[in-house]
């Protein structure tokens, strides 16, 4: 069945439902999630991505089908989902699952997608398009947050805000933290303020700290922690970037140990290394031995399932990993 991500609240979650949430809009995919689910299951939430159900498909029903003293009611978020994911939907929906409800998230999906219409037509599947906020639903949360607050701001700065978001809940989210914060004790804000602060981050993307953490450039990886507010999806991304760049540069130090010329096995390594990044991989090998590349990505994997099983302080988490990398002496 169809419903609007409003109509969630008055779903009886008692019952075994299977959710499907679809669209870009994950700012308001997580708002939904945190308010209608996430109270409600504080102790039993468990994320997946799609990948690693199907690199282990056995281990995931024997967990899902599980029962505990402790855990009665269990909440399975999957994430980055695909069309290959409706022959497992099918498999739990003939299996009866109890004690469980399960939400998927996806990106758009078509009218023709078969993964859709199955939730659109069974009873006991939910299906929620989650449709790009558009300018005035974007300003009337501006508004209401500076309401909540008791500070006075003009509908100039307003817009200003509603423009920055590029009409992403979650990008306003990001900017309306930092207000909040620098708003600490305070009861006014002036326009250029606010523009400063809105213009604070240089865009940095989920590689670039990753590749200053690598590089061991403190300076900037601090400034880029500092100047980002990071979700708990982003920490996800973030451990997989940091396993897969950590198992290139092993791959590269195998490789520079038969060719011996370190151009030449930089030159050659598929996928291919940009031109713009071979001087920064270059660093990174010197910054990092063998056997210390071995041991982050044994970390790495330490920490994915540290956050996995902490995901209400996964940022706090990550980011202490990620500081221990860029102040340690590798060996």
């Known amino acids: 069945m169809i419903k609007k991500h409003f109509e969630i609240e008055k779903v009886n979650l008692e019952n075994n439902y299977i959710f499907l949430f679809y ?14 689910f996430l109270k409600k299951f504080i102790e039993s939430t468990y994320r997946y ?49 109890q004690d469980v409800v399960i939400i998927l998230q996806s990106k758009t999906l078509d ?14 599947l939910i299906s929620v398009p989650f449709y790009e906020d558009n300018n005035q639903t974007l300003a009337s949360i501006t508004n209401n947050f500076f309401k909540q607050k008791g500070v006075p701001i003009s509908a100039q700065t307003i817009n200003l805000l509603v423009d920055r978001s590029r009409g992403d809940r979650k990008n306003l989210e990001n900017e309306l933290k930092k ?10 804000i002036s326009a250029e303020e606010i523009l400063k602060l809105t213009n604070l981050a240089e865009n940095y993307n989920v590689s670039e700290l990753v590749d200053s953490c690598l590089a061991k450039n403190k300076n900037k990886t601090v400034k ?32 520079f140990q038969n060719i011996k010329n370190l151009d030449l096995t930089i030159s050659s390594t598929r996928p291919p290394i940009f031109w713009k990044d071979k001087d920064l991989v270059k660093l990174q090998l010197q910054k990092w031995s063998k056997n210390s590349i071995k041991e982050l990505i044994y970390k790495i994997n ?25 102040t340690t002496i590798s060996n």
Do not use: C, P, W
């Open 224 to 255: 880029i922690l500092h100047e980002n507010i990071y979700s708990v999806e982003d920490s996800i991304i973030l451990i997989r970037t940091f396993l897969s760049k950590a198992k290139r540069l092993l791959k590269i130090h195998n490789e």
């Open 179 to 188: 207000i909040d914060s620098f708003l600490y004790n305070k009861k006014k």
């Open 49 to 97: 991505e799609e990948s690693e159900i199907f690199n282990n498909k056995d281990n995931f029903f024997m967990e899902l089908f599980s029962q505990s003293f402790f855990d009665n009611k269990k909440l399975i978020i999957i994430s980055r989902i695909s069309e290959k994911i409706k022959d497992i939907i099918e498999d739990l929906i003939e299996k009866k699952i």
């Open 302 to 326: 330490e920490i994915e399932l540290l956050v996995k099983k902490n995901t209400n302080n996964s940022i706090n988490i990550l980011s202490d990993f990620i500081l221990e990398q860029v």
């Open 23 to 36: 669209g870009e809009n994950e700012g308001l995919k997580n708002e939904v999630i945190k308010r209608s």
């Open 111 to 124: 009218k023709k997608s078969k993964l859709r219409q199955l939730f659109e037509k069974n009873k006991n």
